[in-house]
């Protein structure tokens, strides 16, 4: 796994301009300078050009890194959070093939391609979960890949430490709700298996003593 930005400073503050306000400017600066789940993400659909549904998408970085990257395939995010859904639309004035829609991470649109669930299962609770993992497996087509980033439970030190900064998250108010439900491995990848997806786990720390791991199902093409 990468664990740096293939984007250049001039790309990463082009793209944190198009937000409003010097906290979420900096907040993308830091996302994409340091969190590998965007490299990881784009070179999974660069590998694979299809459609991007981006469940959770906050403000939008994930379609900013693609279009950066040169992936200009259909994208769609979708955000509970109407002030990120807010932020995200602004920050595409001018951009195509991009859309952004406040919605339930349950209540899905019709969807062919790939789809991304970055660092949202956990805020959901285990039933919740299910439902989703089964609702965007349905969606995945032949060559495209489900892509997931998430907190998985396990008895390391990491866990623990992201146990402590979930509380102060949440003492931000950046996440609503709090942690529902830290998956075990085998509640992602069994339904993956299951329904024909080759999954890949590897840890996705980056430079942060926090417990993510991605996770990667891919859907053969046929014949």
Known sequence: ????????????REISRRYEGRWLQGYARGKLRNDPVYLETTGVVLAFPAPVLDIGCGPGLLAHYLKACGVDVPYTGLDADTRKISSA????????NMCFAHA??????????????????HYLDAEKQSQLLQAAISRITPGASLIIRTVLCDKSWRFRTTQIEETFIRGTRWIRGGVKHYPHIEELTRPMAEAGLVTEKAPLFGHTPFNSYLIHGRRPLQG
């Open 1 to 12: 796994m990468r664990s740096e930005s293939t984007l250049g400073p001039a790309a990463i």
């Open 89 to 96: 639309n602004e920050s595409i004035r001018g951009l195509a």
């Open 104 to 121: 339930d991470c349950l209540a899905l649109p019709a969807w062919q391609g790939h789809v991304a669930i970055l660092d949202v299962l």
